[in-house]
T-cell receptor, first 112, second 116 residues
Framework: AQSVTQLDSQVPVFEEAPVELRCNYS??????LFWYVQYPNQGLQLLLK??????LVKGINGFEAEFNKSQTSFHLRKPSVHISDTAEYFC??????????FGTGTQLKVEL | NAGVMQNPRHLVRRRGQEARLRCSPM?????VYWYRQLPEEGLKFMVY????????ESGMPKERFSAEFPKEGPSILRIQQVVRGDSAAYFC??????????????FGQGTRLTVV
């Protein structure tokens, strides 16, 4: 069965520092991967997705992620974070049809 | 254009009561999905509906849970005789016609259900 694992439940980082949020997946078939962000009191918003093609995917708000098949990873990165990036970030894999399965989330806390 | 609207945002029920969670999809969207997030877990797919049809309910518990998306009005997730283990955040998402990973689903803010 396809699944994703987010090992870091919380990541504290200072403003303007780089950040990487880790996501590993397990899948025996073609994989479609997503990162969503949830700001406080809001719904999940799509940051970026990997469907095929270039393994480096650029998303909104300066985020990017790299699909690494050999390491079964899809880590999310941003070279310089802002206070407004404080949120919960979810990695997800497409299961087929219209279904996604999500990781447990990583709380990014950006501090001054 | 309002986003996906879920209500109530917070719901408290005593064991044995019924919980009704509502989801109004984005304008023009005819596909609705329900997900559940249990404490310390990721969101898990429950059910996928189109107007008046259940397309995929493979993630729904076999008993006490039901979902509908009538021709008029919001989608409803209904939990009968709630138990403490039903306490979770329930998220609704909607998408326009079309299936698969190439179609973005838009999520609501979720309903936090607490069973006491």
């Amino acid at each position: 069965a396809q699944s994703v694992t987010q090992l870091d439940s919380q990541v504290p980082v200072f403003e303007e520092a780089p950040v990487e949020l880790r996501c590993n997946y397990s899948s025996s078939v073609s994989v479609y991967l997503f990162w969503y962000v949830q700001y406080p009191n809001q719904g999940l918003q799509l940051l970026l997705k990997y469907l095929s093609g270039s393994t480096l995917v650029k998303g909104i708000n300066g985020f990017e992620a790299e699909f690494n098949k050999s390491q079964t990873s899809f880590h999310l990165r941003k070279p310089s974070v802002h206070i407004s990036d404080t949120a919960e970030y979810f990695c997800a894999v497409h299961l087929g049809g219209n279904k996604l399965t999500f990781g447990t989330g990583t709380q990014l806390k950006v501090e001054l | 254009n309002a986003g996906v609207m879920q209500n109530p945002r917070h719901l408290v029920r005593r064991r044995g009561q019924e919980a009704r969670l509502r989801c109004s999809p984005m304008k023009g969207h005819s596909h609705v999905y329900w997900y559940r997030q249990l404490p310390e877990e990721g969101l898990k797919f429950m059910v996928y509906l189109q107007k008046e049809n259940i397309i995929d309910e493979s993630g729904m518990p076999k008993e006490r849970f039901s979902a509908e998306f009538p021709k008029e009005g919001p989608s409803i997730l209904r939990i009968q005789q709630v138990v403490r283990g039903d306490s979770a955040a329930y998220f609704c998402a909607s998408s326009p016609a079309g299936a698969g990973p190439y179609t973005e689903a838009f999520f609501g803010q979720g309903t936090r259900l607490t069973v006491v």
